[in-house]
């Protein structure tokens, strides 16, 4: 683990939480957002949020999420960056990396890149180049089929990141997508630009997230935009041992409130998790009920670095002391 040093204090930088519209927000996505909050403010930074609606988008929820942050005491700083409305930078970012001979057509389907990259000496889930060499009549005929998506070609096979948790972690970087086959910016590559546009020094997300950030941060190197401080979190599970879902029930900001859970218990539910110190010396049960005074007591150096196990949200609300 890092001291607090080197991951230090940048008065100008700001961290973020980068939601995906596709429905409410339960409760790992969060615990997820008190964290980039507690970790930005607690070292000075701005706070930003940008909505990644370049995948599936559920009708109002961006605001409902929004709602939900603001209920839990989240702030932000300026407005939240939109993805959808961004295609001009990614444009951009990848006509300078075309401009370096760095960007192919590929025509593969999925099966296709499964079928190849489970074939002897192929890195496990690396995109095995199978267009990389294509010639310009290759690629005439495949577009007759199949409209191209746009690759990485990258020189570079492996990167290594700092993580205040996990250390120096190395990943794999392969001829990632840049720009999907329905023309829209690829989540990599959107994320990277974004960091870039909004300032962002400071990543803090769930660690199902780890294994992108090789990638993400050699194609910020070759595109000369600045690193950024990592810091993954351990995510939400439900009584199975997965990744928490809305389907796990009662685990929305909404629903809870059904079950008669405010907005504060939620606060005091995620600030045991963490576990938070109380707010009292005298008084153990004295949590946190806003993300303001979460930050009162939020040390990053006491945090658990396990999964949180949610059994019965709607049960576990930390009781009020007298
Ligand atoms: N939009 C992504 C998600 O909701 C997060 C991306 C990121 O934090 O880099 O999982």
Not at 35 to 55: M, P, V
Not at 124 to 146: F, I, N, Q, V
Not at 292 to 306: A, H, N
Not at 308 to 320: I, K, Q, S
Request: proline content about 6%; aromatic content about 6%.
């Amino acid at each position: 683990m890092l001291s607090p040093s080197d991951v230090s204090a940048s008065p100008s930088g700001a961290g973020r939480y980068a939601p995906s519209p596709s429905g409410d927000l339960h409760l790992g996505n969060l615990r997820t957002a008190l964290y980039a909050w507690l970790f930005a403010r607690s070292t000075g930074r701005a706070f930003r949020l940008r909505i990644e609606d370049l995948d599936r988008v559920r009708e109002g929820s961006a605001q409902r999420q929004m709602d939900d942050l603001e209920a839990l005491g989240i702030d932000w700083d300026g407005e939240p960056l939109i993805q959808s409305a961004r295609t001009v930078a990614y444009e951009d970012a990848v006509a300078r990396l075309r401009e370096r001979g760095m960007v192919y057509e590929c025509f593969c389907t999925r099966r296709e890149i499964q079928e190849a990259s489970s074939a002897p000496h192929g890195a496990p889930g690396a995109y095995p180049g199978t267009c990389r060499t294509l010639t310009a009549d290759e690629r005439t005929e495949r577009a007759r089929s199949r409209p191209a998506a746009l690759r990485l070609r990258s020189e570079t096979r492996e990167w290594t990141v700092l993580d205040r948790y996990a250390g120096q972690y190395t990943g794999m970087v392969d001829d990632m997508v840049l720009v999907r086959n329905d023309g829209r910016a690829a989540y990599n590559l959107a994320v990277v630009v974004d960091d870039h546009f909004q300032g962002i020094d400071q990543v803090v997300r769930g660690d199902d997230l780890l294994s992108s950030a090789p990638r993400q941060s050699c194609l910020a190197s070759l595109l000369g935009l600045g690193r950024v401080d990592y810091v993954h979190v351990p995510l939400a599970l439900n009584r199975e041992g997965k990744r928490l879902a809305k389907r796990d029930g009662a685990v929305t900001v909404a629903e809870l409130r059904d079950n008669g859970v405010a907005p504060a218990e939620i606060v005091r539910m995620i600030a045991s998790s963490m576990p938070l110190r109380s707010l009292r010396t005298d008084d153990a049960g004295a949590l946190p009920e806003s993300a303001s005074q979460m930050l009162e007591v939020f040390d990053p150096e006491t945090i658990s670095l396990d999964p949180w196990t949610v059994l019965d949200p709607a049960a576990e609300v930390p009781r009020v002391s007298d």
